[in-house]
């Protein structure tokens, strides 16, 4: 494209979505207080006794109890019209949200779009996914729209989709192309908290998941494309309820995190998305460290006012894109210095053991933040357009700051570190015996736990760092 | 089931062992108690801000829970304060000082921000635990 096009096509895009770059943050009433030293230590000395002693008192696993373990301890059908209830609350959440966003009052928490995307939606859900089961399966409102094309069309084939020949290679990469782009949205893009934004975002992405379904089914895409199947799918194998519904629904209760075990190993474009997940996760909570503040101050501190927001943005990307990879660079160290081969295999095998350690670091990250934000919801449940309606007569519901007490914070965090490193040493040594034999299922686990210690080690220092709003004007 | 993959017995004493201990410390640690005993007196902060940035060195106000805090605000131009979480919003005109008053009921770190054309941070409240 020349460079007259290019400008016409930034011109179209920058009307379309209003930047209001100084509302960044908006969302934010109360941060967490840092994690004082006593807990951090704590915390550190906990994570790292707790890997010598899986280490030191190394015992054994074979694949008949692995066997036993992911058993179901209870399973069932969902009944249907539970199943429909779920898939029409999901559509009819998706259609107000986009309504609201487009037509609605245009100020961040006068409008339901903001708090129920980035609160309820992606952090709330991920939290819902990971601790109780993967529900997003049941209230999809895309499959549920296409299912009900599919059942109800009656001039059209049974099968609305092409099913056209998704290609092997390209796997998991439009997920990861998509999470990248998802990431960006959240936490870098200027005017993310503006509800026309998020309303016009969320069109785009129905269509684009609607023409994929069409071509290639939904089965498919949400295997490989649709990112917030494959994200809610991967933090539910962290679960006890594990949720399936392909023709019919089904529930299981299982052990908890017994879903990150897997005797086939992930293919390398789903290891790369975990990856890609566990990376961001930790870079969100970086980019608010009064170090990264000190970097930005560093590279962009001299520049004028109107280049430096831009260059504020291109660092922020540059992390974002660099996070992931550092530490993908770090596990395939930590998998090949193992010494077993091929690496590629054990790369797939062990990834899913990182998984505890970013569930807990989101946790202790976003507790309170879902806690507090989140009551924004009642107030906008009576009034989503911001229009003053007040149809449940919750309006006048006044935010309660003081709802989560930072010595509860406190201990949650640490606690919870703590839990979801011993779930990693875990998985990590249970994996290391079905995929491993018994001579190097042991020596395999000293490069893995050095990564563990240092993963759990970079959540908790972040969590000690006060947190700081960075203002570019 | 998730036991026959739990190690011996004796394994299972050591880490049960090691999770008291964890418990305990975390208690000992956590808890500690306030040096001073809540006062009847306000806690004062005197700021003053020079175009839009606070001058001096104090980077956070830091309280305890309960605590009556009186924060005093002069500018040499016109400012609208913001002092979010607990939604104070004082305008300072020059020469005409400010005080935002309040008792600090809610633990956790909360931005108090200049509001114009741009939102910056001037400086961070933060309330302990007591």
Sequence with gaps: MTAPALRIVAATLLCLLSVRGTEAHALAQRYDLPLPLGFFLVGAGAAVAVSFVVLGLFWRIDGAQLDSADRPWMQGTIPRPIVDFCKAIGVALLLLTICAGLFGNQSTFKNIAPVAVWILWWVGLSFVCAFVGNVWILINPWTAMFEFGERWGKSWPKDLSLRLPYPTWLGAWPACALFFLLAWFELVAPGRDVPRNIAVALAIYSALTFAGFACFGHELWCRNVEVFSVVFGLFGRFAPLQIEDNGRSRWALRPPAVGLLVRTPLDPTMTAFTLLVLGTVTVDGLMETPAWAAVVEQLIGAQTPASSAASYMMLQTALLAAGPLMLALLYLTAIALMGQSPVKRLAGQFVLSLVPIAIAYHL????????????????????????????????????????????????????????????????????????????????????????MIGYTMLSLWILAQPIIELTIK | MVVTLMPNGRILRLIS??????????????????????????????????????SGDLKVIRVRRGDAVEINWSANRRTVLHLHGYDIETVVEVGRPQTMSFTARATGRFPIETHGRYHSVLIYLEVYPR
């Design chain 1, 364 to 451: 202790a990250h976003y507790f309170s933040m879902l806690a507090i934000a989140g009551q924004f919801i009642i107030p906008l449940a009576s009034d989503p357009f911001g229009y003053g309606w007040d149809l449940f007569g919750t309006t006048l519901y006044r935010v309660d700051i003081g709802l989560v007490d930072a010595r509860f914070v406190w201990y949650l965090s640490v606690a919870a570190i703590v839990i979801g490193h011993i779930i990693a040493v875990w998985v990590s040594h249970v994996t290391a015996y079905v995929a491993l034999d018994t001579g190097t299922a042991r020596r395999s686990q000293y490069a893995m736990l050095m990564l």
């Design chain 2, 17 to 54: 062992a090691a999770w008291l201990a964890l418990v305990w410390l975390v208690v000992v640690f956590g808890n500690w108690s306030p040096a001073d005993a809540q006062t009847e007196e306000p806690k004062r902060f005197d700021l003053r801000i020079e175009n839009d940035r606070l």
